[in-house]
């Protein structure tokens, strides 16, 4: 079930107590006169945004038009995916070695609509880029890996559907204090340039579902394809302060672990503001079993488990 924080049932409440003055009002004024008086016919119409996708006549007051710096993403980055740029940390255990903080630091900009305003549809041009670094958490917080990413999307979004088209980049590098520390290992110069292609699919509201194919035209360490696909659940409306629970897994499947990759889980509590087109706070647990999210160490399976905290834009 989605959350909707009562708003559907205050607006009936409201319809309904007005509907109660406006005929009591009007039974009194025929009283006089002898005149039996029928009730206004009352008519509930949603606020717009209250769930995506959803039609109603207000629409009509937000027609589609060209936009610098949209509000919201028609396509909005996977809460549970290890590669794409976004802001979060995450302690994990990992088996072999760890405690790690592992961390993401990044941003993503709506640069241009044409849609409507108020709510997350059309087409439009996103940017993204960060740094993903791990640092040893018992040796000084030493940066120990960072994969830098950039990415331009093309998106489009019509009710349910949700569409993306564009390119990334993603270069790996090691920590000077891991290089300090293993002398003996040899620098894997991972980098890759690629045509990415998703679908995400709500079937309901606050549920997502998504697939998307990468190809590398130009690649290093990393072979041509990568796959992958998962589930987002959440909420999308404002929470409040008492929040609400939220549930993601992604696989991603990559060709140069002969399309064996990782499997990422987190599961725990989110808040969203006001605005349902803000961006989402969340923080739960975090599983992850596969091949390093740090593409130095790709071939290293890695098995963890910790705490996360995200923001997702």
């Given amino acids: 079930m989605c959350p909707n924080h009562n708003r559907p049932l205050g607006l009936i409440y409201l319809a309904v107590v007005s509907w109660t003055v406006q005929a009591a009002t009007a039974s009194a004024a025929d009283a006089g006169a002898g005149l039996a008086s029928a009730p206004p016919e009352v008519s509930f119409v949603a606020p717009r945004g209250l769930e995506m996708a959803q039609t109603s006549s207000a629409d009509a007051i937000a027609p589609w038009s060209w936009q610098i710096r949209p509000r919201g993403f028609v396509y909005d980055t996977y809460w549970a995916g290890a590669a794409e740029p976004r802001l979060g940390t995450q302690l994990v255990d990992e088996s072999d070695g760890g405690p790690f903080l592992d961390s993401q630091v990044g941003g993503r900009v709506g640069m241009l609509r044409y849609g409507p305003a108020d709510r997350p549809e059309g087409f439009q041009v996103d940017v993204l880029g960060g740094a993903k670094l791990r640092q040893d958490w018992d040796g000084n917080l030493d940066v120990l890996a960072t994969d830098y990413r950039y990415d331009i999307l093309g998106t489009y979004g019509a ?30 110069n991972y980098s890759r340039d690629t045509l990415v292609a998703g679908y995400s699919y709500y079937p309901l509201p606050c549920v997502r579902l998504y697939a998307e194919m990468g190809w590398a035209f130009d690649h290093d360490v990393s072979q041509p394809w990568h796959f992958q696909f998962g589930i987002d659940c959440g909420p999308r409306q404002p929470t409040g302060l008492h929040g609400a629970p939220f ?63 995200w923001y997702d834009y």
Wanted: hydrophobic share 40%.
């Fill in 159 to 188: 009710g349910p559907h949700r569409w993306k088209f564009g390119f990334y980049h993603i270069s790996s590098h090691v920590g000077d204090e891991f290089l300090l520390r293993n002398r003996q290992f040899q620098r894997l």
């Fill in 247 to 309: 549930f993601a897994a992604n696989v991603h499947l990559r060709e140069e672990l002969d399309f064996g990759g990782n499997l990422a889980v987190q599961a725990g509590w989110a808040w969203r503001g006001d605005d349902p087109l803000d961006g989402l706070l969340r923080t739960g647990l975090y599983f992850y079993e596969g091949g390093s999210p740090h593409f130095s160490f790709y071939a290293e399976h890695e098995r963890q488990l910790g705490w996360g905290l």
